[in-house]
């Protein structure tokens, strides 16, 4: 019997009732966003109703938006930075954790501390600086500087789990791998990477995540509309369009598809990532 069941009724119905209400929170807002988006447009300034009274089936506000935008080149921009910010992000922050949990690195205590201190900073407090250091080093207004922007909040937050796996994760598979002939780097593909799978989805993810809905380093770092992200281009049209909302929910809800469908898929290796890094140093 588990801690549930031993509630009196009362207390479980307390309970499910406070976990249906956290769950009609969270999803009500990403439900409106979507309905929204399908309503006819004359329907969006009339009195809201919970349930529309028409679903727009021809997409028009879809259609006005990738009309009126150049949605799909932001699109293409967004996949690019977020994809190189992952792969640089899972890269580096395997190598770093890795080092200071196997090698006696003097220090490694304060380097990992130090890394999460500096993700606490506000992004808008980090892009000013990067803005003038990316503008004398010739990458002003290039999706490069927006990733190495992106770098610098997903890179401690990757460290960290990665630190808490292998701690927690036996040298010895590793010397009897090296025993049986795999090198260091052997042992390493073969014995860690398999056993940090959920890890390794779980920095994804969140490196995904973090760079994909990413506005104000997007915004601050570039300036043409040729490099603009997913979020800037977005918030664009609520100024150049004169606030067209059945449009906006459009472009919200095709930001958030890919989420949805990496959430959907990844979730069991997500929350097994997040169980098995959150560990006590």
Known sequence: ?????????????????????????????????VVSSLRPPRDLFASPTLIPARIDWKFENYVTL????????????????????????LVLSLVIAYT????????????????????MFPPMLLAIPMLSLFARMGLADNLLAV??????????????????????????????????????????????????????????????????????F???LVSSDSNMTLPVGLAAILGTFDARWGEV???ATLIAAPL????????RYFIQGLAAGAVKG
């Open 249 to 251: 929910m459009a472009g």
């Open 147 to 216: 990733v190495l922007a992106h770098c610098t909040l997903t890179l401690p937050l990757g460290v960290w789990l990665f630190w808490g796996f292998f701690k927690n994760m036996p040298f010895d598979l590793e010397e009897a791998a090296m025993v049986d002939g795999c090198t260091r780097l052997g042992a390493f593909v073969r014995i860690v990477l398999p056993l940090s799978l959920p890890g390794i989805v779980t920095v994804a993810i969140f490196s995904f995540l973090l760079s994909w809905t990413d506005y104000v």
């Open 260 to 267: 949805f469908a990496m959430f959907v898929f990844l979730s």
């Open 100 to 119: 200071v949990t196997r090698y006696r690195v003097p220090g490694k205590s304060a380097i990992v501390g130090g890394m999460l201190y500096a993700y």
């Open 1 to 33: 019997m588990n801690a549930v069941e031993k509630l009196p009724f009362w207390g479980r119905a307390g309970l499910w009732l406070g976990i249906g209400l956290m769950c009609l929170w969270s999803l009500f807002p990403i439900y409106w966003m």
């Open 66 to 89: 990738l009309e009126l935008t150049d949605y799909v080149q932001q699109f293409r921009n967004s996949l690019l930075v977020a994809s190189v910010v992952v792969v640089v992000t």
């Open 218 to 220: 997007s915004f601050v």
